[in-house]
């Protein structure tokens, strides 16, 4: 099993930063597919970025492309995301996952992830 914990949430304005951290326990994830959703109220859990197991292939959400980047540090088990230009429409819970699933096309569907994380709040205001 794997388990996830995020951190680095919280409450920003808008234009501003923020760097999100998932650290992994319970089972190295180097081989891990590692993504990040979020969920605004209301709405569906929707994909943020993904990252293949070395950091050579990296994905994103079309809201985040060119803002966002994913990282990884598989000596520390963990999975970064670094948010800059915020807007008040990032404002969600954003949540790690993890799947021992290949580099493919599914990795922006959250079916094709196994584990996840409890979430963390990041609020941006106007």
């Known amino acids: 099993q794997v388990q996830l914990v995020e951190s680095g949430g919280g409450l920003v304005q808008a234009g501003g930063s923020l760097r999100l951290s998932c650290a992994a326990s319970g089972r190295t994830i180097t081989y891990y597919v590692m993504g990040w959703f979020r969920q605004a109220t209301g709405k569906e859990r929707d994909f943020v970025a993904a990252i293949s197991w070395n950091g050579g292939r990296t994905g994103y959400g079309d809201s985040v492309e060119g803002r966002f980047t994913i990282s990884r540090d598989n000596a520390k088990n963990t999975v970064y995301l670094q948010m800059n230009s915020l807007k008040p429409e990032d404002t969600a819970v954003y949540f790690c996952?993890?799947?021992?699933?290949?580099?493919?096309?599914?990795?922006?569907?959250?079916?094709?992830?196994?584990?996840w994380g409890q979430g963390t709040q990041v609020t941006v205001s106007s």
């Open positions: 996952a993890a799947t021992p699933r290949s580099w493919s096309g599914t990795n922006y569907d959250r079916s094709s992830y196994n584990y």
